[in-house]
């Protein structure tokens, strides 16, 4: 089943959300704030997406308002503590399907690649 992890509140998570119920692909929510994920999850999807700078919003408010020291970790731990501190630093939503595969963001062009529906 595939998974999108994000933030409840998340309008874009919202979307990918509706558009998986609309075209009818099972799956489960969960909100990434409520259930902290553990740092070798989060190192495994920032590996598989090419690396941390792939998985952090850095033009969120967010990291905007990090303080300067923060913004450059220099190890996977400094990473995984900066996004457990701080869940909105992660692109959204997260979506891992069946096969494992991990993918950020969500646009209908997209979805419809990756789920092979509605074309």
Not at 78 to 95: F, G, M, Q, T
Not at 103 to 108: E, I, N, R
């Amino acid at each position: 089943m595939t998974v999108i992890y994000g933030l409840d509140k998340c309008d874009t998570c919202r979307k990918a959300r509706n558009w998986l119920a609309r075209f009818g692909v099972a799956h489960e929510f969960v909100d990434y704030r409520a259930r902290p994920l553990p740092p070798e999850t989060l190192k495994a999807w920032a590996a598989q997406l090419g690396g941390w700078e792939k998985l952090v919003n850095k033009a969120s408010t967010t990291w905007r308002q990090l303080p300067e020291g923060r913004k450059n970790p220099g190890s996977d731990p400094e990473w995984s503590l900066l996004v457990r501190e701080h869940p909105a630093l992660v692109k959204r939503p997260v979506v891992v399907t069946d096969d494992g595969q991990v993918s950020v963001g969500f646009t209908d062009n997209g979805f419809k690649q990756r789920f092979g529906v509605g074309k």
